[in-house]
DNA sequence: TTGGGG
């Protein structure tokens, strides 16, 4: 997918046809021409004109030199994926200061270049200037913003006019590539997409790694898991370190939020560990680990932030608060319109919340019901199980996963008993432990390593401590009041 | 009078 598109792009951009760049002055005032951005490409090195629309706003950053700088993405009818340009003043307030994404741009006198095959949009502080206006849904011809060398020209005017136009109804697709963007839920392994999201936390590890969580309202698909059945194996998290609860406490209890491991430090990262910021991922890739769905930013990666008045950032918060309006929008999203015929859980009282509501919970103990996977037990096998129910000594440890969190919940002597319906044989006792992991049933009995799906169940849980010095450091969760079913 | 950043 993504080397057709860059194909696609390569193609376009290799026609070197000669175009006359711009300028001619007239009558006193300065004409210029405006080149549709795919066209400036085929004139690299030579100053052009550029009007177009801002997609992706960066931060304001010391340069490497003396100066700041910002990069702006923008994008135009010619080349709706846009390209970079990046800014230089000895002033944060003679940067371009873009209200929001979707404002127009005029550039006068910037040159294209290419870096490392990739084409970039290279403003001269010197000779090159800029124009800022609003975008679609005003009808201000002047800017709200202009360097200091800006010369306004007659065509300004309608070209901004056209310009809204086009982003107020813009042409079918196909027009343009347009990066492939995905929201959490709709994620699929080994493609690489854009995800827009809030920047809910960023932790530099020891290694210096870093790890974004980030989150857009949504629940990551459930994934299917090896027959690996040893809890031992299956792991909480991904993370070496997990979050403190001070910062655990600060994250929302519904939709899930992934974590995206980068090795390289990008200069938004500052912005992000101090404040809280919706962001666009761009060419992110993910994929799952021990059931856990990890996010990677490969090279050709960056990081933009994104003002709240964002159209796509309006779009998730709007769908989540609707997701929240019902009952059974705040269940896991792939748990909708599948039958839970696998428990009995007698709890009536307790009403349902997700697994990171509890961890969050401001006290200690907790009861509640869930809608979870048992990822995995220990022990798993029928024999074992057979002579923990009969010694009542020993507790079954599930490992309990819902798209908020994964926890370990403990069925202990009693409770035991009455989770598997009885004292049942070591056979028995397999099937239904099979049936829970989702194990499929010609695979239970041969040992050859499959996937499998554990389905959705509904379980009810109670949290307590084990010491009183440390309480939330020996929080233990508990299965009570749930049957496994035939 | 240039680098900076990609």
């Not at 761009?282 to 994104?306: A, D, H, M, Y």
Request: aromatic fraction near 10%; hydrophobic fraction near 35%.
């Amino acid at each position: 997918m993504e080397t057709a598109v860059r194909e696609r792009k390569r193609q376009r951009e290799e026609v070197a046809v000669p175009i006359p760049s711009m300028t001619a002055v007239g009558g006193g005032e300065a004409q210029y021409v405006y080149l549709p951005i795919a066209d400036a490409l085929k004139a690299a090195g030579v100053r052009v004109c550029i009007f177009a629309a801002v997609s992706e706003i960066g931060a304001a950053f010391h340069s490497r030199g003396t100066d700041f700088t910002r990069t702006l993405r923008i994008f135009d009818q010619s080349r709706s994926t846009g390209i970079s340009v990046t800014f230089f003043a000895n002033d944060t307030a003679l940067l371009p200061c873009v209200r929001s994404s979707g404002d127009v741009i005029s550039l006068h006198n910037v040159k294209i270049t290419n870096y490392h095959g990739e084409f970039f949009v290279t403003f001269d502080k010197r000779s090159s200037s800029f124009a800022l206006f609003e975008g679609k849904a005003s009808t201000e011809s002047s800017p709200y913003q202009t360097s200091m060398k800006y010369h306004g020209s007659k065509q300004d005017d309608e070209i901004l006019t056209n310009m809204r136009m086009w982003l107020v109804y813009p042409p079918p697709e196909g027009v343009g590539l347009k990066d492939l963007e995905l929201q959490l839920r709709s994620v699929q392994s080994d493609l690489t997409f854009d995800l827009v999201c809030k920047v809910l936390h960023v932790y530099e590890a020891p290694s210096g790694e870093w790890i974004f969580y980030v989150w857009d309202g949504t629940d990551i698909p459930t994934t299917e898991l090896q027959t690996c059945l040893n809890t031992e194996a299956v792991p909480l998290h991904l993370e070496e370190v997990p979050l403190p609860r001070e910062v655990l406490c600060t994250l929302p209890c519904i939709g899930t939020i992934l974590r995206i491991f980068s090795n390289k430090f990008c200069k938004e990262i500052t912005h992000l560990q101090r404040d809280i910021y919706w962001a666009r991922f761009c060419n992110i890739t993910c994929k799952q680990e021990f059931g856990i769905w990890k996010g990677t930013l490969p090279p050709s990666s960056r990081v933009r932030l994104l003002s709240n008045e964002d159209g796509s950032v309006v779009e998730r918060l709007k769908m989540y608060e609707s997701r929240l309006s019902t009952k059974v929008g705040r269940r896991p999203m792939a748990s909708l319109h599948k039958a839970f015929d696998f428990t009995d859980v007698e709890l009536k009282r307790a009403g349902y919340a997700t697994l990171m509501e509890s961890l969050t919970y401001e006290r200690v103990t907790h009861k509640l019901k869930t809608l979870v996977r048992v990822v995995s037990a220990f022990p798993w096998q029928g024999s074992d199980l057979h002579s923990l129910l009969s010694s009542n000594k020993h507790c079954l440890r599930l490992t309990l996963e819902d798209p908020t969190a994964r926890i370990h919940a403990y069925v202990c002597k009693d409770g035991l008993v009455r989770f598997f319906g009885g004292s049942l044989t070591a056979a028995a006792l397999t099937r239904k432990m099979n049936r829970l992991l989702g194990v499929p049933e010609q695979a239970a009995e041969k040992d050859t390593p499959v996937a499998r799906n554990p389905p959705w169940i509904w379980c009810c849980l109670k949290s307590y401590r084990l010491e009183k010095e440390d309480p939330w450091g020996s929080r233990r969760y508990q299965v009570f009041g749930t049957e496994v079913r035939d």
